[in-house]
C-alpha cells in the first residue's frame, strides 16, 4: 500500500479568497476574534496567526476580516475529494483539512507514481489550493510533520 496525504493548511483563508479575485488584505478569525490565518497582503502589514482581530485592523486599516466558516470549509473538502477520487477509489477525508488517498492500485494507469503525483500537483496548482503532501506506506506516516500545530500553520 501506498498513501498520499494532502494537507490544505490554508483552507479556512482559501475558501473566502477563491471566491473573492480582489487583492486585498484578508485574514480569518476564530470564535475568540484571533487571527487564524492571514493571506500573503495581510502578512505584508505584520498581521500573523495568533493576533488579536483589533490588533490586526490597528496594522492594517483596509483589512477584511472573515470568521471562520466551518460549512464552507466541509464543502470544499468534500469537493477536493470528489476531484480526488480520479486518482483512486480508497479515499478517506480527514476533516478539517486533510484527505488520503491510496495510490498502490492506481500507479499503473497512471503512468507510474511520478506521472501520478505531477498530474494531482498540476491539478491542484490550478485549483488554487495551497497544500502539502506526504507520502508512505501508512496513513499516518504519510500526513505531513508539522500538522499538529494549528488550522492555518502556513504563510501566516
Keep these: ?16 479568497s477563491r471566491a473573492d479575485a480582489r487583492e486585498r488584505p484578508l485574514a480569518v478569525t476564530d470564535h475568540e476574534h484571533i487571527v487564524l490565518c492571514a ?10 496567526a495568533g493576533c488579536s482581530a483589533s ?15 466551518p460549512a464552507l470549509e ?25 484527505l488520503l488517498l491510496e495510490l498502490g492500485a492506481s500507479l499503473r494507469l497512471f503512468g507510474g507514481l511520478e ?3 505531477a498530474v494531482a500537483e498540476s491539478e491542484l496548482t490550478a485549483r488554487c489550493y495551497t497544500h502539502r503532501s506526504g507520502l508512505a506506506p501508512t496513513p499516518l506516516a504519510a500526513m505531513p510533520t508539522g500538522i499538529a500545530s494549528g488550522p492555518c500553520d502556513g504563510d501566516g
Design 115 to 117: 506521472r501520478l503525483l
Design 1 to 16: 500500500m501506498l498513501w498520499l496525504c494532502l494537507h490544505f493548511p490554508l483552507l479556512p483563508l482559501e475558501v473566502f
Design 74 to 98: 466541509s464543502a470544499a473538502l468534500q469537493s477536493l475529494a470528489d476531484w480526488a477520487y480520479r486518482f483512486t477509489p480508497q479515499l478517506a477525508p480527514q476533516p478539517p483539512d486533510m
Design 39 to 48: 493571506n500573503a497582503l495581510a502578512a505584508q502589514h505584520g498581521i500573523t
Design 55 to 69: 490588533t490586526a485592523q490597528a496594522l492594517c486599516t483596509d483589512l477584511h476580516l472573515q470568521p471562520r466558516a
